[in-house]
């Protein structure tokens, strides 16, 4: 069966995702890095942002606080207007894929686990989402990949045939998730990788 649709993840895919990077910039000794990249990245606080306990991180910035005390002050320097700013673009992912794709006339849609209030940022900062037909994010839906629900979600919303929808995403269990409920997938690896896997599609 023709593959007419293409489901992008977008950190590790579309956007770049480097904590470590986040947090060098602030100019911290590597002890009190790591001690940060621990308490934002890897807290359970952060999880709880993508499944839309919070839905901003305005709101979960005194759970971060509070999970953390000692580090209060740099949780505090981390989480300064304009931060997000930090969510960069991969523009060889947009340009020699995303564009690829839709210049072929395959219909695209994002499917992510993402923050409320970082998707609405990144959405609203860079314009290759207009040309996704739609999306479905983890914290509006309260559920994240790699739970069926996720990608039951994103195939009836949108009227989408399992065995015609490829899913981009660079974690295996994400794209295992997909290929559980019949879609095809593709462990992203880099862009020219992905693009011949696309191509052994019938893309």
Known sequence: MAIKNVVFDL???????D???FVTNLGFDKETEDALCDAIFRDQVWHDLDM???MTYTDALPAFISRHPDLEQEIRAFFTPGWMNLYELKKDTEKELYDWVYDKGLNIYILSNYSADGFTFIKNKYSFFKKARGYVVSAFEK????????YR?????FNLVPEQSVFIDDYPEN???ARK???KGIVFKGVEDAK?????LGV
């Open 196 to 200: 011949n896997e696309l191509k052994k």
């Open 19 to 21: 904590p470590r990077s």
């Open 143 to 150: 559920c994240m990949k790699p739970d069926p629900k996720i």
């Open 153 to 157: 979600i994103l195939l009836e919303r």
């Open 175 to 177: 794209i295992e998730g």
């Open 181 to 183: 409920l019949g879609m």
């Open 52 to 54: 839309g306990i919070y």
């Open 11 to 17: 950190g590790g895919v579309m956007v770049k995702y």
